[in-house]
């Protein structure tokens, strides 16, 4: 039967300084890296092994994939990158450490941009240390100045039924290296999550999450491969 894992990438260095990161490129940590290499065993001690693969255009969730195929010896697999995979973009609060930020603009402002689902950050100021403009990895793509998990899901949701499902409900065994945000979209989908609910839902780095789907492609229940 099809089989979806999906994989938040191994911490990173702004994960361990508790900074806003979004869309800025950030590498992963000794942690991170462990954690990746960690996920990529556990998937080969499962015999839970991806045939096709996607991530976003971020090193941390490339570099993650990376990592868990060589655990697997599997780095020869086809491997598609889209920006529309990419973590939720944070706007003005980008590189801001998430404390200081509260100190800033209090608790509960910040709970309403951090958890809220339809309520985005303020918008990123162009040219700024962060603004993204110039980075040719995006030349051609609409990049946000902010997002809401509401408008994270209207991206990461026509890719999924466009490029990724079709692969899915072919046979293959598709592995998502991805972001907190943008798997968070992709399991409120899959298991059906309220809009309430889905703020919530925490997504652990570096623990696959497993999705059999039957002959209709429906989803079966949401299980993390090390509780399997």
């Known amino acids: 039967m099809p089989t979806l ?3 938040r990438h191994g911490q990173s260095q702004w994960n361990l300084e508790n900074r806003f990161t979004g869309w800025w490129d950030v590498d992963l940590t000794e942690k991170g890296v462990a954690e990746a290499k960690a996920a990529g065993a556990l998937m080969a001690e499962k015999n839970v092994l991806p045939t096709t693969c996607f991530t976003s255009f971020q090193t941390r969730a490339i570099k993650t994939l990376n990592l868990a195929l060589e655990e697997m010896n599997r780095l020869w697999l086809p491997v598609t990158k889209d920006w529309r995979l990419n973590e939720r973009h ?10 200081e930020t509260r100190d800033k603009h209090g608790d509960e402002q910040v709970h309403i941009w951090r958890r809220s689902f339809d309520v985005p950050p303020p918008p990123m100021e162009a040219g700024g240390e962060y603004d993204l403009s ?4 995006y030349a051609g793509i609409d ?3 902010t997002e809401s998990l509401k408008l994270t899901i209207e991206r990461v ?3 999924w039924e466009s490029d990724i499902l079709p692969v899915l ?4 065994t598709v592995i998502i290296s991805a972001h907190g945000n943008s798997l ?13 609910d889905i703020t919530g839902l925490e997504i652990p780095t570096g623990q696959p999450i497993i999705y059999e789907f039957d002959t209709n492609m429906q989803p079966g229940e949401r299980r993390y491969l090390k509780d399997m």
């Open 5 to 7: 894992i999906l994989v």
């Open 90 to 99: 944070y706007g003005g609060l980008t590189g801001l450490n998430k404390q």
């Open 134 to 137: 110039a980075d040719p990895r």
């Open 143 to 145: 990049i946000p100045n």
């Open 157 to 159: 949701l026509p890719y």
């Open 169 to 172: 409900a072919s046979g293959e």
């Open 184 to 196: 968070r979209a992709l399991v409120k989908h899959l298991s059906g999550i309220s809009d309430d």
